[in-house]
């Protein structure tokens, strides 16, 4: 049988070729954990350094973060774009959703709750 054809014919969740696969394998653990440890190193030496103008300190910050994300997402998650991680995006897409619904209607409550405070001179 091919490779091909038993790379089809394998179900989602098997890891009969995590080899194979991008970020799969020790040698993608490795590279993963590397570039992760250089993510979080480079977020605290930023600062101290004063490479950066120090009002975009907080938007270098947030690129890093973003970067961070990123590799945990391909190294570790194994998300990738394969036809067999349609379920895997999928779900990855709807916690992002639920994180923002939850974030984002917090924030809204707390917002209308302090527009409709009651002022403390009104109250006496």
Same mark, same amino acid.
């Given at each position: 049988?091919?490779?091909a054809?038993?790379i089809? =014919?394998?179900?989602?969740?098997?890891e009969?070729?995590? =080899? #194979? =696969?991008?970020?799969?394998?020790?040698?993608?653990?490795?590279v993963?954990?590397?570039?992760?440890?250089? @993510?979080?190193?480079?977020a605290f030496?930023?600062?101290?350094?004063n490479l950066?103008?120090?009002p975009?300190l907080?938007?270098a910050?947030?690129? @890093?973060a973003?970067?961070?994300?990123?590799? #945990?997402v391909v190294?570790? @998650?194994h998300?990738?774009?394969g036809?067999?991680n349609? +379920? +895997?995006?999928l779900a @990855?897409?709807?916690?992002?959703l639920?994180?923002?619904?939850?974030?984002g209607?917090?924030?809204?409550?707390? #917002?209308a709750?302090?527009?409709?405070?009651?002022?403390?001179?009104? #109250?006496?």
């Open positions: 049988m091919s490779d054809r038993q089809l =014919e394998t179900a989602p969740g098997d009969a070729d995590v =080899e #194979h =696969e991008f970020g799969g394998g020790v040698m993608g653990y490795t993963g954990l590397g570039l992760a440890a250089l @993510l979080t190193a480079t030496v930023l600062p101290a350094l950066v103008w120090p975009s907080p938007i910050l947030g690129v @890093l973003i970067a961070q994300m990123g590799v #945990h190294f570790f @998650l998300v990738t774009t036809p067999d349609v +379920n +895997n995006v @990855l897409a709807f916690g992002a639920i994180v923002f619904l939850i974030i209607g917090s924030v809204w409550i707390m #917002h709750m302090n527009a409709n405070m009651m002022n403390p001179a009104m #109250h006496m």
